[in-house]
């Protein structure tokens, strides 16, 4: 159990930790047009964006997947470059698709993060042969870590829109749009020579 407590630490720490803002602004990005209303929405999103990772975190660790880190690390700041550039089509905040484009984002767009986070479990993990539990706990880590990012944001949205009776779909591109250019130039250093 003690190991237990160590990955979830330790993916915990990984997804809220400052220098890995990438995952921060993504989860960011996929919840800026929800509110604390959205709750059943927000959770189809961030389930979707665990099972994603989760696939390809598993697949990584068990060596099923073989990637490039370049490609991934210039990917996964394209999945925020997307994500974000999607909220600017967001008018009506009236959500009547039952499956929204952005659910797609969250699952496929997961399994590209997935890949990232693995490479920093594989490195902890080393030649251990039994690393279910680990797995299962720096998962459980990284899940807690992002409910904490979307609860910062559905926060942030609220004194935005109730308190400070920002627009709604003027604060949605505002920060959308910084979220973009912030990831548009981690693309472009990241680009794979």
Not at 53 to 69: D, E, G, K, R
Not at 102 to 107: D, G, H, K, N, Q
Not at 118 to 141: C, E, I, P, R, T
């Amino acid at each position: 159990m003690n190991d237990f407590g160590l990955y979830f630490k330790i993916g915990y720490q990984h997804i809220a930790d400052l220098r890995g803002i990438d995952h921060i602004l993504f989860v960011m990005a996929l919840c800026l047009r929800y509110q604390f209303s959205d709750w059943s929405k927000i959770l189809i999103l961030v389930t979707a964006f665990t099972i994603g990772h989760s696939i390809t975190l598993a697949l990584s660790v068990f060596n099923i997947v073989q990637y490039s880190v370049r490609w991934i690390e210039f990917l996964i700041p394209v999945t925020i470059v997307i994500t974000a550039f999607s909220n600017v089509f967001v008018k009506k905040f009236a959500y009547r698709q039952k499956f929204p484009l952005i659910y797609f984002f969250a699952l496929f767009f997961g399994l590209i993060h997935g890949l990232g986070f693995s490479n920093y479990l594989k490195s902890l993990l080393g030649k251990d042969n039994n690393v279910v539990m680990q797995l299962l706990a720096f998962n459980v880590g990284l899940e807690a870590g992002q409910l904490l990012i979307v609860l910062a944001v559905l926060i942030l949205t609220f004194i935005c829109i109730n308190i400070f009776r920002c627009n709604r779909r003027e604060y949605l591109l505002y920060l959308s749009g910084g979220i973009f250019a912030i990831a548009l130039q981690m693309a472009i250093e990241r680009i794979p020579s």
